[in-house]
């Protein structure tokens, strides 16, 4: 039972960590709106999630020389689909982070990731009823 939930749940799992992901990226490039020569990014949202259903993402295991080292986890996997926005109006001093752009794709991420939480609870509150008889 808990490898169908498991696997029924797999891609919304999936989906909602790389919004949370790019919604922290926005965030950053937001936040470096007046940073000079600061290259705003994103991820390519299909690709990183196509990559993260087939296995291609995940943790990945760091190498210890040492037993006291920390585990520790990959600060972005889904580094690999991130990329540099183009940039549209040139700044002076080379940041190229567009507000109006990246209120935009915030506002709009947001509303997914919502949209995504919502659906999930949706799915595990039918399969709780359905367990339950109710």
Do not use: C
């Amino acid at each position: 039972m808990k490898t169908q939930l498991d696997q029924a749940l797999q891609f919304h799992q999936s989906a909602l960590n790389l919004q949370a992901q790019r919604q922290q990226m926005l965030a950053s490039n937001i936040a470096n709106a007046d940073t000079p020569n600061y290259k705003a990014r994103d991820i390519d949202f299909g690709a990183a999630l196509k990559g993260a259903l087939s296995g291609r993402i995940g943790p990945l295991a760091l190498a210890g020389t040492s037993s006291r080292h920390l585990a520790g986890g990959p600060d972005m996997p889904f580094g690999a689909h991130v990329g540099f926005r183009s940039d549209f109006q040139s700044n002076v001093d080379g940041n190229t982070v567009n507000m109006d752009v990246e209120r935009a794709a915030f506002a709009e991420n947001s509303v997914h990731y919502e949209a995504s939480v919502t659906f999930i609870n949706s799915l595990l509150r039918g399969m709780q009823t359905a367990i339950t008889g109710q």
